[in-house]
């Protein structure tokens, strides 16, 4: 870096001179930061020397000027989903995700839209939907894509057929040039573009330059020889010289427009500040997805030909491997509902037409038309929402392959090969053949229709074998893509991973051009270097070691069911799954939902944690302070365990990692307090009347929440005048001999929040059983550990685990279910405790997960058989609004709440889509993290709250989630049995 001034003065001159946020130097926190953007979801690693977030195009124009100055790098990023390594590098990365990411204005006339380069694409639809129009590329990560990113990529997605790629939708750019000058980008006439080659000044210069270069008939000539053939409608390697010869001074029909240049550019000849789009109006809204089950491979992409003539807006294939791992997902088998089998492939084609009919009429033609010719064998026509759930089955693909066990891995390496889709069946066969003589096996999804199948080979990166297989493959690859005169990059760009083949694939003349086009723009190569040209070999740089060392630390969770603890940290791809915003529903992951800031990702924890755990394998590889850093806003939902493609648990992750830095540093106070909770509540619950009383004096309570690092905005939870437990005693056993008879028992885990604070709670939950004919028992137990699993004491949680497993023993053979109200006590059952108890009590702590249900499964199963009924309940009218728990989202399903509280005849349930409520526990508690824990609350639950009337019930399963609400809207909320019970015929 050229400067007077040392590296850390001058970033720490530039960070003065910025709205935004700039990282740069060794503390904790920059450090954990600058790791977080070490990686993007290809198989690459560097650590870059700093990391800006700006607020405002101002930070862009002195970010740029400072690396002119610098001579630095500059790596332009968004979402961070890119699969060839575009967005990883050593120098400064500008994270243009987390402020600049507005909608500017929309022209509904003219059917335009200005946006910043952090815009979702999904997000930016949602408010486009009143105007009735949409940007039409839809990548299949379309819900935390952004616009920058799929302007650097020149996305397409999965209807490219019809509405292209971006290139075809970019209007006008605004960017600022490699020299900090600032320039519109867009379309020219004759009069125009003779002004703009008029004009002083490196964008002057620029079109001086381009157009010499592309007004030589020689260069000409090179460029249509050796870009892909026009009939491969995907096209994406190197730099779009050909889009540009369509324009009129060089004999085509279109108006010259450097934005057709920059579209695909992977952010190295300009940094974007604002894109003004095209817009289409909405499509027709009847859509069939015709899902054709096919016995082999070769089959599914005879009937892609067939689809293409019967004119579907998408052409869909997912592999039998994909579909094997959506057999176990907990969050994909809802979304296998149409499968019939086990097909080899499905082709997934939809049609779209204004009338239902006409729709019917065309995927009745085109299903007629393959029962003629004998393809496939089974062809259900999806309609409405399932449509939708069909779609987010096919694009969890990349994630889903996360799954497989083991050190050989799918890789990106040749998913991006595009042909004419006439040439696929015969380009796959060829592939097919490359890949069984190197003994690899691959799976295949994606775009059949635009003629790009994502063919991802597994290959183990860690070994010298794989890594002279991961070249070969794409070399040989190449030559097969050349010989179709096809792209070897469709949508997902160069980037690093591909740039070094381009000489291969164009010819050195077209090479050339792409260098000097580079050296147009950029003569400092300061944009992005490395990326389509000058690339670094393509086997270097690597995020995993060959031949890593194994850790030494022994975890006190067992991780054998993912391989261990790196190999969990491993399964994250990268996709970026955890970088959805609230709009898109779902759980994962509340944290960035709030901050929108890369390092509250799932995604940079579990990156974080195996950068540590790969290059430190001494018995102390987790004290590092970066790993907390990143772990700091973890809500230990289990958001992740159920939505991330690759069940990366980071709650999981999270908790071992604190147990095992506790054991360096000691535990801190605090930690110790919330994990004892159960007990220090059982010796208060000896006088509730006098620690309620406590708790409202500041001179008591105060001393407290300093200790507890308590936030002065909360309040403890009070404590009933009895416990549960004690209740329960008090009155004996109910029920009747006949419901004894019958078999009607249940047994109820008295969770230390129930028991203590949410008496009322338990006890309406124990009569409305007894009411409804059941007997219930309370059995022996302690407290369910959930505490000490929030922060981190999991030595203590396993003592716990291994307790309530030998005491709850005499129970389990029996037929009579375990029941309990508050999720993340009685899930523990399901999902801890299996890898906590040591393998003597593994069977017994499997039956007791087996037989253990939250009261709302119960109930719901009970009304399903026919047991409970509405004529148990009166008939008056009641809408309800329900909010899930997270836990309870990721290990059962908030359904069960819907269809118990639509037990009662007139009763309505709404769920709101709401994620996390922001309270997890005591995170919400807590003095640092109260405003983040408010700002989750605040992006969906509290509004919805704040809109129903008064006569709305609102219905919260969490204990947790019923204080934040009340917090945050000053609404109370009911688990949903006290809304049963007062439901009740009486």
């Not at 390594?85 to 600049?100: A, F, H, K, N």
């Not at 066990?405 to 015969?426: F, K, S």
């Not at 009218?877 to 290990?891: M, S």
């Amino acid at each position: 870096m050229k400067t007077a001034l040392s590296p850390l003065a001058s970033f720490q001159s530039l960070q003065s001179k910025l709205s935004g946020e700039l990282y740069f130097d060794d503390s904790p926190e920059h450090r954990a930061v600058r790791m977080a953007y070490a990686t993007d979801a290809s198989v690459y690693q560097e650590l870059p020397i700093a990391v800006a977030l700006p607020r405002e195009e101002a930070d862009l124009v002195k970010l740029v000027t400072f690396c002119r100055d610098a001579e630095l790098p500059m790596i332009p990023r968004t979402a961070g989903t890119s699969l060839a390594g575009q967005v990883v590098g050593t120098g400064l990365v500008i994270d243009l995700s987390r402020y600049m990411n507005g909608l500017l204005e929309v022209n509904k006339e003219e059917k335009w839209v200005r946006v910043q380069p952090g815009m979702e694409r999904d997000v930016l639809n949602e408010l486009l939907l009143p105007y009735g129009l949409f940007f039409g590329p839809e990548t299949s990560t379309s819900n935390r894509a952004m616009i920058g990113g799929m302007i650097g990529n020149n996305s397409c997605g999965l209807h490219s057929m019809v509405w292209g790629a971006t290139r075809d939708h970019v209007l006008e750019l605004k960017v600022i040039l490699s020299n900090g000058e600032q320039a519109l980008i867009g379309a020219l006439d004759a009069a125009e573009l003779e002004a703009k080659l008029a004009q002083p000044g490196m964008e002057g210069d620029i079109y001086r330059a381009m157009h010499q270069l592309l007004s030589d008939e020689a260069n000409q000539a090179a460029i249509k020889e050796g870009y892909p053939a026009e009939k491969v409608v995907r096209r994406n390697s190197g730099y779009a010289l050909d889009a540009l010869l369509d324009a009129t001074p060089y004999g085509g029909n279109a108006a010259f427009n450097l934005c057709r240049l920059i579209a695909g550019s992977e952010g190295t000849l300009a940094m974007i500040t604002e894109a003004k789009l095209n817009l289409l109006e909405l499509p027709p809204v009847e859509k069939g997805l015709v899902c054709v089950h096919c016995s082999s491979l070769k089959e599914s992409l005879l009937v892609n030909l067939v689809a293409i003539k019967h004119g579907c807006y998408a052409s869909e294939l997912v592999d039998d491997v994909i579909l094997s791992f959506t057999k176990n997902h907990r969050e994909q088998q809802k979304n296998r509902f149409f499968i019939e089998g086990d097909p080899a492939a499905l082709l997934m084609i939809e049609f779209m037409e204004q009338e239902v009919e006409q729709m019917k009429a065309k995927a009745a033609a085109f299903i007629e038309e393959l029962k003629n010719l004998n393809l496939g064998y089974a062809y259900p026509l999806l309609t409405g929402s399932s449509i939708n759930k069909a779609w987010e089955l096919r694009k969890a693909g990349l994630g889903l392959l996360r799954n497989i066990q083991g050190d050989a891995q799918p890789v990106n390496l040749i998913e991006d090969c595009a042909v004419a889709p006439e040439d696929l069946p015969n380009y796959i066969e060829d592939l097919q053949e490359l890949l069984r003589s190197m003994n690899l096996k691959a799976s295949y999804y994606a775009h059949a229709g635009a003629g790009e199948l994502h063919v991802e080979p597994l290959i183990n990166l860690k070994s010298e074998e794989g890594r002279v297989q991961f070249r070969d493959l794409l070399a040989r690859t190449a030559a097969i893509v050349k010989k179709y005169k096809g792209s070897l990059s469709g949508e997902h760009g160069d980037g690093r991973l591909r740039g070094e083949f381009i000489p291969f694939m164009m010819g050195d003349r077209c090479y050339e051009l792409c260098r000097e086009t580079k050296t147009i723009f950029d003569p400092k190569q300061l944009f992005n270097p490395g990326k389509i040209t000058d690339a670094p070999p393509m086997d270097a740089s690597f995020r995993m070691p060959a031949k890593p060392a194994v850790t030494k630390v022994a975890t006190h969770f067992n991780f054998d069911r993912e391989g261990g603890i790196l190999a969990l940290a491993e399964k994250c791809s990268g996709s970026g799954d955890c970088r959805k915003t609230h709009r898109a529903g779902g759980t994962m992951c509340p944290s960035y939902m709030a901050t929108r800031f890369e390092k509250d990702t799932t995604r940079a924890r579990a990156n974080l944690l195996r950068q540590f755990l790969t290059t430190d394998t001494s018995a102390k590889a987790f004290d590092h302070e970066e790993i907390h850093a990143a772990m700091d806003l973890c809500l230990s939902c289990k958001g992740c365990k159920a939505e991330c493609p690759s069940s990366v648990d980071v709650s999981k992750l999270k908790a071992e990692f604190l147990q095992q830095y506790y054991e360096l540093h000691g535990v801190p106070l605090k930690a110790r307090l919330i994990g004892e909770f159960p007990a220090l509540t059982a010796l208060a619950s000896k006088f509730p009347g006098v620690y309620n009383w406590s708790m409202k004096q500041g001179i008591f309570s105060k001393p407290l929440k300093k200790i507890l690092n308590m936030s002065e905005k909360r309040e403890l939870p009070e404590l009933y005048k009895y416990t549960l437990r004690e209740w329960a005693g008090k009155r004996g056993t109910k029920g009747t001999r006949e419901t004894k008879e019958a078999g009607r028992r249940v047994y109820f885990f008295c969770d230390e929040f129930t028991n203590y604070n949410d008496v009322e709670t338990g006890i309406k939950c124990i009569k409305l059983l007894e009411r409804l004919g059941y007997e219930v028992l309370l059995p022996k137990h302690i407290e369910s550990g959930r505490t000490h699993l929030s922060k981190g004491l999991v030595k203590r949680a396993k003592d716990i685990a291994i307790k309530n497993v030998q005491m709850l023993g005499p129970i389990l053979d029996d037929e009579y279910p375990v029941i309990g109200l508050e999720p993340s006590a009685i899930l523990s059952f399901r999902d801890e405790y299996l890898d906590l108890v040591p393998a003597s009590l593994l069977e017994q702590a499997k039956k007791l997960a087996a037989k253990s249900f939250l009261v709302e499964e119960f109930l719901a199963k009970e009304a399903a058989s026919g047991r409970i009924g509405p004529t148990q309940f009166h008939s008056d009218k009641k809408e309800i609004i329900v909010h899930g728990h997270c836990h309870q989202k990721a290990l059962s399903s908030v359904s069960y709440v819907m269809d118990i509280l639509s037990i009662p005849a007139n009763y309505v349930a709404t769920a709101v889509n709401s994620g996390c409520c922001g309270m997890a526990g005591s995170f919400g508690y807590d003095k640092e993290h109260y405003e983040v824990s408010m700002q989750i609350g605040e992006l969906v639950l509290f509004p919805a709250v704040r809109k129903q009337s008064a006569n709305t019930l609102i219905a919260a399963s969490g204990t947790s989630c019923r204080h934040q609400i009340k917090d945050g809207t000053g609404r109370v909320a009911l688990h949903p049995v006290e809304i049963l019970y007062d439901a009740l015929v009486k």
